[in-house]
């Protein structure tokens, strides 16, 4: 038996260590890029001299630090938007009986299975018939209610293993709705909450396919995902070296996010499985 789980555990390890090579290999090539001198292209392997100068570059002469400025703007303002949105609807499909409530859930559920290109042109004729278009306002409207729409899912089986004898019993002591959502039923909810607050900020900081079709003109207004793709293509030519520094600077954010709030993530969307 023990020669048998010796093998078994080998076997597992030989297996991550190949999808850690196989993960890491990305990444490893595109700091190569960064940090590489004269690198013309992606085909590059190791390049014979390292550099700083596209970092600098990159700092001084775009307008990189405004790019990231905007996409904390429209990330920040749409986690609150979202945490808002999911608690109130969450707390009425869990909490409340009205007609079509169940109706109104599988819709939501019908959402996710298509896919978000489908709604392109409808979103970009909706965005200019509201003067939204090169807007920040517009895509924090938009991150907020896509956001939502998939986290009100995971928030809700959440909520519904919160016991209705609490809202009751807080109901007998005379408090209104308002006050078991903010008071008793959020504060038993924190970490779910605190999963949709995660996931609303890493959705709006990494979208990148409505922002590309709204965002069309003045670089200094473009979020950060739209802003790199001009590294290679649009004013700044084809330089890859350039994209690959704002690359590795702009995903500083969401590993740090990551690495801090992990348990989060796991925590919140098992415990968020748990009911349906």
Partial sequence: MKSKERLTMGIIHVFLILLAVVTLTPFVHIVLIAF?????????????SFTLRHFRLLLTETHFLRWMLNSFIIAIT??????????????????????????????????????????????????????????????????????????ILIAKGYFDTIPLDIDEAARIDGASRLTILWKINLPLAKPMMTIVAIQ???????????????????LDRMPLAVGLQSMITGQYGTNWSLYCAGAIIGSVPMLIVFYSLQKYFIGGLTEGSVKS
Avoid: C, K
């Fill in 36 to 48: 590489g001198e004269n690198v013309i292209g992606t085909g590059v392997t190791t390049p014979q």
């Fill in 78 to 151: 749409t986690v609150a938007v979202a945490v808002v949105l999911v608690s109130i609807s969450v707390y009425a499909l869990s909490r409340l009986r009205f007609y079509g409530r169940d109706h109104l859930f599988r819709g939501i559920l019908l959402i996710q299975v298509f896919p978000l290109t489908l709604a392109m042109v409808s979103i970009f004729r909706i965005f200019a018939a509201m003067g939204l278009l090169n807007r920040l306002a517009g895509l924090i409207v938009v991150n907020a209610v896509l956001a939502s729409t998939g986290l």
């Fill in 200 to 218: 609303s900020f890493v959705i709006a900081y990494n979208e990148y396919v409505i922002s590309s079709s709204v965002m069309t003109q003045g």
